[in-house]
C-alpha cells in the first residue's frame, strides 16, 4: 500500500553528419582549451617570481594571498592576549597563547568546555577565522571569528544561524559537518586541494600544494611552462599557449568568467578540480536561481557571484572579470563612478538628470537606518542603484553582481527588493515606483522574476512563459535552466515536449536540467529520449541520465546501451562517494542502490545520511519508505511519527503515516492522519481515495462518498477513482448512481472489460 513509486550512401552520410547534436560538433572541434603535455606538476610561487615579479607583488597584496595561513604572531589579526567573548546567551569564549601557540576555551563536542589549539587562519578581511584539528583528518572552523574593521570579536553562528538551535547533534554546530574545512571550505581556499574523503572510514586525508590561493590555482600546474621558458627564445613553441595548461587570453568572456567559476559560484562540488580539462559541468552543478535567490534572481543567500553576474546586460555585453578587478589584487582597477565610465558615458549616466540625487557637496540630511547611515551623495554612486548588497558571515558586504535596473514594481507584485528602498527604507514601494515614473516614464521590461514567482506557487499562468523562457536564448543561461526545473510543477503535454526538444539543447546545463524532471508515460518514447544522452560529452548530464534510467528495470535497457549505462552509473557513485561527507550524497547513493532493488545497502546510506545530519528531513522519509519495503513497519511508524510531530510542514508525512497505519490494520488512527494530510494537500486526490477505501471498510460510508467524490473532483477521468466510487455504489445497492459511473468508464476506456462487467452485474440484479 505504501509501496516507493518515482516518480544513397552519400546522401544518408550527410544526414547522418547533420543529425549529430550540434553540442557534440562544438565539443569536436573545440577540442580542450589547452593541450595535454605529458606529465606536468605543480612547481609552486617560488619558482614564478623571477620571471613574474610585478604579478607576484600584486598577488602579496590580495586576499588570495591571505585566504588560508599557518596561526602564527604575522598571520594572526585576533585577539589572543586572554581575551574574553561573551555569547548573547551568555556562554564564555577565551582566548589566549601558551608556548607561542594559540588557544581556545570554548563549548565545543557535545556541548562540553574544552581547549582546542588553533592552528590555521582563514580569510582575512572584513573577518578572520580560525581553524582547529580533531581526529580522522578534520579541520573545523571556530564559530567565534574576528571582526578586521572593529577589531572585535563575535559570534558566526548567532549573526549567521540566528534561528537555529545550535545544539551538539545539529549539522550547522561548529564541531560537525556544517562547518568542516575540508569538505565545505578548502577547496578554494588553497591550491591543487585534494579532498581525499574516505566514506567507508570517514576519514580525511586532504592535501595541497599551497596552503593559499597562488599562481597554479589559476593558471594550472605550471612545470610545462617552466620548460618551455627555459628553452632558448628561437626555440619555443607558438603554438602551445607558452606551455600554461590554462588559457587566460584570446579567449570569449564566457570562458574567462568560468576561469573564476569553480569557486565564486554557488553549486556542487563533485571531484576535485583539474585544470584545463573538459567542461565547467565535469566537475561540478552550479545552482540555479532556487531558493538561494529572489524569484527575481537578485541575491538572497550567499551565492558568490556567478549566478547573479551572468544573468547582468554586462555578461551579455562581453565584459569580463578582468574588466573592473585586477585579477592578481583582486582590487578593482578604478574607484568609484570611474569604474563603471570605463564604458558608460559619464556626461550622461554620471549626471544628475540620470541618477537624480545629491552630490557630497550639495545640502541635505544623511539617511539612518538601524544598521547604517546613507551619506549625502552616495545615491550618486553607480553601485548604490545597480548594485545593492547585503552582509554574509555576518560582516562581509557583497554588492549582488545581476547589475540591474531598479524596480520598485516588482516589489510591489512580487515582494522582491529594491535598490531605492534599500537606502529609503522609511518611505514605502508605491513612493519609490512613483519616483521612477516621474524621472524615467511608465514604461516597465517585462521581468523573468514575475513568471518564477508565479511558478513557485504552481500558478497555471506561469506555465507558458516558463515555456517561452526555456526556449528562448536571449536568456540568461541559469535563467532558462530555471524556467524548466520549474515545469516540473506542470504536467501539459506542451510542457512535457518542451523539456523533451531542452534534451538536444547545446548547453550542458539545459540538458542536465531536463533530464532531472523528464517524464514520459509514453515509456519507449522516455527510453530512446534519455538512453541516447548516456553517451554525453559532460559527466553530470551522464550521471544524471543514469541515475534516471536506474528507475528502469535492467532488462528494459537494449543491450547496444548497457556499457555506457554501466560506465555512467558509476560515474554518478563516484560523483556521490566523493560527496559522501554530505548526508545529500548519502541520499542520492541510497537512491541509486534503492532502484537497483538492493534495499538494504539503499536502508544503511538513508541511516548514514541521518548520521550526519539529524535533520536531513528528505532520508528520513526514503527511510521510513524503505523499512516498509523491508518489512519493518515498527520502525518506519517511529521514523513517520517523529516527522509529524516535528516537522508539521512536511504535509507527506501524515499521508505516509496514514497509509502505514492502515498497512497494520490501525484504520481509525490512519483515517485522522489521511484526512489531515487531505487538508494540507486538497489537489492530491489519490489522498481521498485511499481515505474514501479507509472509510469505506469501517462502514462510514457517508464519509467514504465525500472522499471518493473528492478524489474524482481532482481528477474527473482517474480510472482508479472512477471504479472505486462506482464499486462503493454497487455495495451500498445505489445502482442507478453506479450505472451512470459504469458508462462513463466504458465510454473513457473501452478496452476495458470493468465497465461492461458492472452493467451486466447491475443488470442483473
Given at each position: 500500500?505504501?509501496?516507493?513509486?518515482?516518480?544513397?550512401?552519400?546522401?544518408?552520410?550527410?544526414?547522418i553528419?547533420?543529425?549529430?547534436?550540434?553540442?557534440?560538433?562544438i565539443?569536436i572541434?573545440s577540442?580542450?582549451?589547452?593541450?595535454?603535455?605529458?606529465?606536468v606538476s605543480?612547481?609552486?610561487?617560488?619558482?614564478?617570481?623571477?620571471c613574474h615579479?610585478v604579478?607576484?607583488?600584486?598577488?602579496?597584496?590580495?586576499?588570495?594571498r591571505k585566504?588560508?595561513d599557518?596561526?602564527?604572531?604575522?598571520?594572526?589579526?585576533?585577539?589572543?592576549?586572554n581575551?574574553?567573548?561573551?555569547?548573547?546567551?551568555?556562554?564564555?569564549?577565551?582566548?589566549?597563547k601558551?608556548d607561542?601557540?594559540f588557544?581556545?576555551?570554548t563549548?565545543?563536542?557535545?556541548?562540553?568546555?574544552?581547549?582546542?589549539?588553533?592552528?590555521?587562519t582563514?580569510?582575512?578581511?572584513?573577518?578572520?577565522?580560525?581553524l582547529?584539528p580533531?581526529?580522522?583528518?578534520k579541520?573545523q572552523?571556530?564559530?567565534?571569528?574576528w571582526?578586521?574593521?572593529?577589531?572585535?570579536?563575535?559570534?558566526l553562528a548567532?549573526?549567521?544561524?540566528?534561528?537555529?538551535n545550535?545544539?551538539?547533534?545539529?549539522w550547522?554546530?561548529?564541531?560537525?559537518?556544517?562547518?568542516?574545512?575540508n569538505?565545505?571550505?578548502?577547496?578554494?581556499?588553497?591550491?591543487?586541494?585534494?579532498?581525499?574523503?574516505?566514506?567507508?572510514t570517514?576519514?580525511?586525508s586532504?592535501?595541497?600544494?599551497?596552503?593559499?590561493?597562488?599562481?597554479?590555482?589559476?593558471?594550472?600546474?605550471?612545470?610545462?611552462?617552466?620548460d618551455?621558458?627555459?628553452?632558448?627564445?628561437?626555440a619555443?613553441?607558438?603554438?602551445?599557449?607558452?606551455?600554461?595548461i590554462?588559457?587566460t587570453?584570446g579567449?570569449?568572456?564566457?570562458?574567462?568568467v568560468?576561469?573564476c567559476t569553480?569557486?565564486?559560484?554557488?553549486?556542487s562540488?563533485f571531484?576535485?578540480f583539474?585544470?584545463?580539462?573538459?567542461?565547467?559541468?565535469?566537475?561540478?552543478?552550479?545552482t540555479?536561481?532556487n531558493?538561494?535567490y529572489?524569484?527575481d534572481?537578485?541575491i538572497l543567500?550567499?551565492?558568490y557571484v556567478?549566478?547573479?553576474?551572468i544573468?547582468?546586460?554586462?555578461?551579455?555585453n562581453?565584459?569580463q572579470?578582468?574588466n573592473c578587478?585586477n585579477?592578481?589584487?583582486?582590487?578593482?582597477?578604478?574607484e568609484?563612478?570611474?569604474?563603471?565610465?570605463?564604458?558608460h558615458?559619464?556626461?550622461?549616466?554620471d549626471?544628475k538628470?540620470?541618477?537624480?540625487?545629491k552630490y557630497?557637496?550639495?545640502n541635505?540630511?544623511?539617511?539612518?537606518?538601524a544598521?547604517?547611515?546613507?551619506?549625502?551623495?552616495?545615491?550618486?554612486?553607480?553601485?548604490?542603484?545597480?548594485?545593492?548588497?547585503?552582509?554574509?558571515m555576518?560582516v562581509?558586504?557583497?554588492?549582488?553582481?545581476?547589475i540591474?535596473?531598479?524596480?520598485?514594481d516588482l516589489?510591489?507584485?512580487?515582494?522582491t527588493?529594491?535598490a531605492?528602498?534599500?537606502?529609503?527604507?522609511?518611505?514605502s514601494?508605491?513612493?519609490?515606483?512613483?519616483?521612477?515614473?516621474?524621472?524615467?516614464?511608465?514604461?516597465r521590461?517585462?521581468?523573468?522574476g514575475?513568471?518564477?514567482?508565479?511558478?513557485r506557487?504552481?500558478d497555471?499562468?506561469a506555465?507558458n512563459?516558463?515555456?517561452e523562457?526555456?526556449?528562448?536564448?536571449?536568456?540568461?543561461?541559469?535563467?532558462?535552466?530555471?524556467?524548466?526545473?520549474?515545469m516540473n510543477?506542470?504536467?501539459s503535454d506542451?510542457t512535457?515536449?518542451?523539456?523533451?526538444?531542452?534534451l538536444?539543447?547545446?548547453?550542458?546545463?539545459?540538458?542536465?536540467?531536463?533530464?532531472?524532471i523528464?517524464?514520459?508515460?509514453?515509456?519507449?518514447?522516455?527510453k530512446?529520449?534519455?538512453?541516447?544522452?548516456?553517451?554525453?560529452?559532460?559527466?553530470?548530464?551522464?550521471?544524471s541520465?543514469?541515475?534516471?534510467?536506474?528507475?528502469?528495470?535492467?532488462?528494459?535497457?537494449?543491450d547496444?546501451?548497457?556499457?555506457a549505462?554501466?560506465?555512467?552509473?558509476?560515474?554518478?557513485?563516484?560523483?556521490n562517494?566523493?560527496?559522501?561527507?554530505?548526508?545529500?550524497a548519502?541520499?542520492?547513493?541510497g537512491?541509486?542502490?534503492a532502484?537497483?532493488?538492493?534495499?538494504a545497502?539503499?536502508?544503511?546510506?538513508?541511516?548514514?545520511?541521518?548520521?550526519i545530519?539529524?535533520l536531513?528531513?528528505?532520508?528520513?522519509?526514503n527511510l521510513?519508505?524503505?523499512?516498509?519495503q523491508?518489512d519493518?513497519?515498527?520502525?518506519?511508524?517511529?521514523?513517520l511519527?517523529?516527522l509529524v510531530?516535528?516537522?508539521?510542514?512536511?504535509?507527506?508525512?501524515?499521508?505516509?503515516l496514514?497509509?502505514?497505519?492502515a498497512?497494520?490494520?490501525?484504520y481509525?488512527e490512519?483515517?485522522?492522519?489521511?484526512?489531515?494530510?487531505?487538508?494540507l494537500?486538497?489537489?492530491?486526490?489519490?489522498?481521498?481515495?485511499?481515505?474514501?477505501?479507509?472509510?469505506?471498510?469501517?462502514g462510514?460510508?457517508?464519509?467514504?462518498?465525500?472522499?471518493?467524490?473528492?478524489?474524482?473532483?481532482?481528477?474527473p477521468?482517474?480510472?482508479?477513482?472512477?471504479?472505486?466510487?462506482a464499486?462503493?455504489?454497487?455495495?451500498?445497492?445505489?445502482?442507478?448512481?453506479?450505472?451512470?459511473?459504469?458508462?462513463?468508464?466504458?465510454?473513457l476506456?473501452?478496452?476495458?472489460?470493468?465497465?461492461?462487467?458492472?452493467?451486466?452485474?447491475?443488470?442483473?440484479k
Amino acid at each position: 500500500m505504501m509501496r516507493h513509486w518515482k516518480t544513397t550512401g552519400l546522401v544518408a552520410a550527410v544526414v547522418i553528419v547533420l543529425a549529430i547534436p550540434m553540442y557534440i560538433i562544438i565539443k569536436i572541434n573545440s577540442g580542450n582549451l589547452n593541450k595535454n603535455y605529458g606529465s606536468v606538476s605543480f612547481i609552486g610561487k617560488e619558482r614564478c617570481v623571477d620571471c613574474h615579479k610585478v604579478e607576484y607583488d600584486q598577488w602579496q597584496q590580495s586576499d588570495h594571498r591571505k585566504a588560508m595561513d599557518v596561526a602564527t604572531d604575522s598571520s594572526v589579526l585576533g585577539n589572543f592576549n586572554n581575551s574574553k567573548f561573551v555569547s548573547a546567551n551568555g556562554k564564555e569564549t577565551l582566548f589566549y597563547k601558551r608556548d607561542g601557540k594559540f588557544f581556545v576555551k570554548t563549548e565545543g563536542v557535545e556541548g562540553k568546555i574544552g581547549e582546542y589549539e588553533i592552528t590555521h587562519t582563514f580569510g582575512y578581511t572584513p573577518l578572520q577565522q580560525y581553524l582547529i584539528p580533531f581526529d580522522d583528518g578534520k579541520y573545523q572552523c571556530l564559530p567565534i571569528a574576528w571582526d578586521t574593521k572593529k577589531m572585535e570579536w563575535f559570534s558566526l553562528a548567532e549573526m549567521v544561524y540566528p534561528d537555529e538551535n545550535l545544539t551538539p547533534t545539529n549539522w550547522l554546530y561548529w564541531t560537525n559537518g556544517g562547518q568542516n574545512w575540508n569538505g565545505m571550505c578548502a577547496e578554494c581556499h588553497s591550491t591543487n586541494l585534494k579532498k581525499n574523503y574516505d566514506p567507508i572510514t570517514k576519514t580525511f586525508s586532504t592535501t595541497y600544494s599551497e596552503i593559499n590561493v597562488s599562481c597554479e590555482a589559476c593558471h594550472g600546474p605550471g612545470s610545462a611552462h617552466e620548460d618551455w621558458a627555459n628553452l632558448p627564445e628561437m626555440a619555443r613553441p607558438t603554438d602551445n599557449n607558452l606551455g600554461l595548461i590554462v588559457k587566460t587570453s584570446g579567449i570569449d568572456n564566457r570562458e574567462y568568467v568560468e576561469l573564476c567559476t569553480r569557486c565564486h559560484s554557488r553549486r556542487s562540488q563533485f571531484s576535485d578540480f583539474e585544470h584545463g580539462r573538459g567542461d565547467l559541468l565535469d566537475s561540478m552543478l552550479p545552482t540555479l536561481l532556487n531558493e538561494n535567490y529572489h524569484p527575481d534572481g537578485q541575491i538572497l543567500e550567499e551565492v558568490y557571484v556567478y549566478g547573479s553576474f551572468i544573468q547582468s546586460k554586462m555578461y551579455a555585453n562581453k565584459v569580463q572579470c578582468n574588466n573592473c578587478h585586477n585579477v592578481h589584487t583582486g582590487k578593482l582597477v578604478l574607484e568609484g563612478n570611474a569604474l563603471c565610465s570605463q564604458c558608460h558615458r559619464a556626461d550622461i549616466y554620471d549626471a544628475k538628470e540620470h541618477h537624480f540625487h545629491k552630490y557630497e557637496n550639495e545640502n541635505g540630511n544623511p539617511i539612518e537606518l538601524a544598521d547604517k547611515i546613507i551619506k549625502v551623495g552616495e545615491g550618486t554612486l553607480c553601485i548604490k542603484c545597480h548594485m545593492p548588497g547585503q552582509y554574509y558571515m555576518g560582516v562581509d558586504y557583497r554588492p549582488d553582481h545581476s547589475i540591474r535596473v531598479p524596480r520598485p514594481d516588482l516589489t510591489i507584485s512580487i515582494n522582491t527588493p529594491n535598490a531605492c528602498n534599500d537606502c529609503h527604507a522609511d518611505k514605502s514601494p508605491k513612493w519609490a515606483d512613483d519616483y521612477i515614473t516621474k524621472w524615467y516614464g511608465l514604461k516597465r521590461k517585462p521581468h523573468y522574476g514575475t513568471t518564477f514567482a508565479a511558478a513557485r506557487e504552481s500558478d497555471p499562468t506561469a506555465e507558458n512563459k516558463l515555456i517561452e523562457i526555456a526556449k528562448d536564448n536571449l536568456y540568461p543561461l541559469n535563467v532558462r535552466a530555471t524556467a524548466i526545473s520549474l515545469m516540473n510543477r506542470y504536467n501539459s503535454d506542451e510542457t512535457i515536449k518542451t523539456i523533451q526538444q531542452m534534451l538536444d539543447d547545446d548547453e550542458p546545463l539545459i540538458r542536465e536540467t531536463s533530464i532531472r524532471i523528464y517524464s514520459n508515460s509514453n515509456i519507449t518514447t522516455y527510453k530512446k529520449d534519455l538512453l541516447k544522452l548516456l553517451n554525453d560529452p559532460v559527466k553530470a548530464v551522464r550521471a544524471s541520465v543514469a541515475i534516471r534510467i536506474s528507475e528502469l528495470p535492467i532488462n528494459e535497457i537494449p543491450d547496444k546501451y548497457r556499457i555506457a549505462f554501466t560506465n555512467a552509473l558509476s560515474e554518478y557513485k563516484d560523483m556521490n562517494l566523493y560527496m559522501a561527507d554530505f548526508p545529500s550524497a548519502r541520499m542520492n547513493l541510497g537512491v541509486m542502490y534503492a532502484n537497483q532493488q538492493k534495499l538494504a545497502e539503499a536502508a544503511k546510506e538513508y541511516e548514514e545520511a541521518i548520521k550526519i545530519d539529524s535533520l536531513f528531513i528528505p532520508a528520513k522519509v526514503n527511510l521510513a519508505i524503505l523499512y516498509n519495503q523491508l518489512d519493518k513497519n515498527d520502525e518506519a511508524e517511529i521514523i513517520l511519527r517523529d516527522l509529524v510531530k516535528n516537522h508539521s510542514e512536511l504535509f507527506d508525512a501524515y499521508y505516509y503515516l496514514g497509509l502505514l497505519l492502515a498497512e497494520k490494520h490501525n484504520y481509525s488512527e490512519a483515517v485522522t492522519y489521511m484526512q489531515r494530510a487531505s487538508h494540507l494537500m486538497p489537489e492530491r486526490g489519490r489522498i481521498n481515495y485511499n481515505t474514501g477505501l479507509m472509510l469505506q471498510y469501517l462502514g462510514r460510508n457517508d464519509e467514504a462518498e465525500k472522499e471518493l467524490l473528492k478524489a474524482l473532483e481532482t481528477e474527473p477521468n482517474n480510472f482508479d477513482f472512477l471504479y472505486g466510487l462506482a464499486d462503493h455504489y454497487v455495495k451500498l445497492g445505489e445502482f442507478v448512481k453506479a450505472k451512470g459511473i459504469a458508462l462513463k468508464l466504458k465510454e473513457l476506456y473501452p478496452s476495458n472489460s470493468i465497465g461492461d462487467e458492472i452493467l451486466n452485474f447491475i443488470a442483473g440484479k
